[in-house]
Structure formats: structure tokens, C-alpha cells
């Protein structure tokens, strides 16, 4: 059941941010200061910029078929984007200085041991390889969230986010993982089959076996006078996307590693992923930062 007094306070405080940006603009190229220093990395010169944003993801999880990793490191989404479309999305403007999604290694529980069983591996080249990588103790295995598609092609909806139902932001990514034995280019996803996430703040619609589960747009808090919007304790959700398989694991023995990488995955098909973000979503007044900068030479 939705809270409906979080619903309106979620609303009143998007509008009260589009409001703000009435009668703002900008004279000359200088420095952010104070909370708008969040907003550094947004094109908020480019007056198709209607709001800035910057969305910490503190905690949460990914869970892709039979293994789950949790988000211990924050990762970071910035940018911004322009008025809202027809379809209720905006268009998004990727970071200035190229990072519009932070990548931001994660631990695999189990590391390489929760990958692979060396002892099971056939192919006895693979599993001495697979041995020595154990055997100089480089088991550890990371899980890096990457875009799958350029920043233009992320789409957002404020109203989506603060109504707590529907798409609120559309993310395609893919997964690396890293660790010697897997090579530089073991990837689940990519750019031609990305991940794609419909994260929501709502509840989520699922195919079985997964179950619903709901999101939240957070509490809301304002900042420089109201031109800023906090809202923390943010929870995005999706557990309906697929994963494609893994590629390119293993190097050049790839067509070896890959199977493997595959079978320990287990089903990645919809209804077996699960993606939980939980931090703060900072969002800012295009015009209001202009303001900051031109008032900060």
C-alpha cells in the first residue's frame, strides 16, 4: 500500500523545484559554490538543461540469476536533463567530464571460487590456468556497473519517480567482471544487448518466479532555498529485466571460460534478476546553477 502523504510531499517538492527556475538566468562562465558545487559535472550551460542532477546509489543489490552482489561502494549517475516529453520522459545530457555512470568495482561474494570449480574443469589447459590464478591467491572477483549505451539514450521521469509508479528511470548497462583468469573483457551485457533496467519507485510487476517487490522516492529535503531537491533514503527497483549471457570470458581461451561462466549463472531470463538502488537523488534548477555560477566569478 502507497503512502499517499510521501506521494504528495515527493510532488509538491519536483514542482517547487520547476518553479524556482522561473526568472533565473546566467551572464558569464564562473564556479559553483555551496550545495550547487553537487552540480559541477551537469551541462547546465546549455539552456536545454531544465534540471541538473547527481543520484548516489549507497546500498542495495544486484542479483543476476543465482548470484547476488551487494552494492557496498557508492555508485554515482550524473548529469542532466531537458522538459518533459509527450511520453512523460526527458531527455538526458551525459556528465561534462564523461562519467556519467561511475564505474565502481563491487565485491563478489565468494570471488572466483563462487565462479568456477577449477576441479570440475575438463580441459586440463583451463584448469591449470584456472589453479594458478588460485594458487597466486588472485581470486578475488569484481562486478562493475558500466553504460551499455551512450548518456543520451538513459531516460528519466520526475513525475514517474515522484507518483511512485511507472518507469522513473530507464538505465541500460551491462556488467563487467574482472579478475585475471576471466580477462579484461568479460561482460554481461553489451552495447548491442544491453541490460536494460525500468527502475521504479513503485512496485514492480514481475514474471515468476519473482515476486513484487516496491520502491520509494525517499524523504524530501530542500536546499538553497528551495532550488535544490534532496531526496534521501531514494529506492529504485526492477526485478522483470533479462541479462543476455556472458561473452568474451577467459581471454583466448574464451570459448572454453565462457560455458562455465554461463552454467554458474544459472537462468538470467526474466523473473530471475532482481536490481535493488538505494541512496540520494540530488536535483537542481538548470537556471538556478546558471544563476550560482554567473553570481561566483
Not at 38 to 52: A, G, I, L, M, S
Not at 147 to 169: D, V, Y
Not at 248 to 274: M, R
Request: hydrophobic share 35%; charged share 20%.
Amino acid at each position: 500500500m502507497k503512502n499517499p502523504s510521501s506521494r504528495r510531499r515527493a510532488l509538491v517538492a519536483f514542482l517547487a523545484v520547476a518553479v524556482a527556475a522561473l526568472g533565473l538566468s546566467a551572464t558569464a562562465q564562473a564556479k559553483l559554490t555551496g550545495e550547487y558545487t553537487k552540480f559541477t559535472n551537469c551541462e547546465y550551460e546549455n539552456t536545454e538543461v531544465k534540471k541538473c542532477i547527481l543520484s548516489i546509489t549507497e546500498s542495495g543489490e544486484v542479483k543476476l540469476g543465482n548470484k547476488k552482489v551487494p552494492i557496498t561502494k557508492a555508485v554515482t549517475l550524473q548529469g542532466g536533463y531537458g522538459a518533459v516529453g509527450e511520453d512523460e520522459f526527458s531527455q538526458f545530457f551525459g556528465a561534462t567530464n564523461g562519467v556519467t555512470l561511475s564505474k565502481t568495482p563491487q565485491n563478489v561474494p565468494g570471488g572466483l571460487a563462487g565462479l568456477v570449480n577449477c576441479k570440475e574443469i575438463s580441459n586440463w589447459l583451463l584448469r591449470i590456468s584456472c589453479e594458478v590464478t588460485f594458487e597466486n591467491g588472485l581470486t578475488g572477483v569484481n562486478a562493475t556497473l558500466e553504460l551499455a549505451k551512450p548518456a543520451s539514450e538513459i531516460r528519466i521521469s520526475e513525475n514517474n519517480l515522484a507518483g511512485e509508479e511507472g518507469t522513473a528511470l530507464e538505465l541500460p548497462v551491462k556488467v563487467h567482471l574482472e579478475n585475471p583468469f576471466l580477462g579484461s573483457k568479460c561482460f554481461v551485457g553489451s552495447s548491442s544487448s544491453p541490460i536494460t533496467w525500468n527502475l521504479t519507485t513503485g512496485e514492480t510487476s514481475p514474471p515468476s518466479p519473482n515476486e513484487p517487490i516496491t520502491g520509494a522516492p525517499g524523504e524530501a529535503e530542500f536546499l538553497e532555498g528551495g532550488r535544490i531537491l534532496s531526496l534521501k533514503g531514494n529506492e529504485l527497483v526492477d526485478n522483470a529485466w533479462s541479462a543476455p549471457s556472458p561473452t568474451g570470458c577467459g581471454g583466448i581461451i574464451s570459448f572454453l571460460v565462457t560455458p562455465i561462466i554461463k552454467a554458474q549463472l544459472g537462468t538470467t531470463t526474466a523473473g530471475h534478476n532482481t536490481a535493488i538502488l538505494t541512496g540520494t537523488v540530488n536535483v537542481a534548477s538548470g537556471a538556478a546553477v546558471r544563476k550560482n555560477d554567473a553570481e561566483n566569478p
